[in-house]
């Protein structure tokens, strides 16, 4: 059974950082593209970054372009990202996917 694990949320002030992981299991990890999206309170899914299997290649959305950082270990079968110059529009709960399957969140909040 495919499962990830997010972890790394917290609340923030504005300017600060976070490193978020993902541990997955169930599932040949070093062979799956990776996502990470976001959902804001009263708003949709909005995706955040996909990574390819080897890592070697990384895409970003316009609004965490340059600030965020999207990695992965995959003799620890984990996928990061690393946030930094948070924004209080960065306040969302984020998932990790792969496929159509996605873990159960964790939130972050960025608030002074």
């Known amino acids: 059974e495919e499962e990830l694990v997010e972890s790394g949320g917290g609340v923030v002030q504005p300017g600060g950082s976070l490193r978020l992981s993902c541990a997955a299991s169930g599932f040949s990890f070093s062979r799956s593209t990776m996502d990470w999206i976001r959902q804001a309170p009263g708003k949709g899914l909005e995706w955040i970054s996909t990574i390819t299997d080897s890592g070697g290649i990384v895409h970003y959305g316009d609004s965490v372009k340059g600030r965020f950082t999207t990695s992965r270990d995959n003799a620890k079968n984990t996928l990061y990202l690393q946030m930094n110059s948070l924004k209080p529009e960065d306040t969302a709960v984020y998932y990790c996917?792969?496929?159509?399957?996605r873990g159960q969140g964790t939130q972050v909040t960025v608030s002074s």
């Open positions: 996917r792969s496929g159509s399957t």
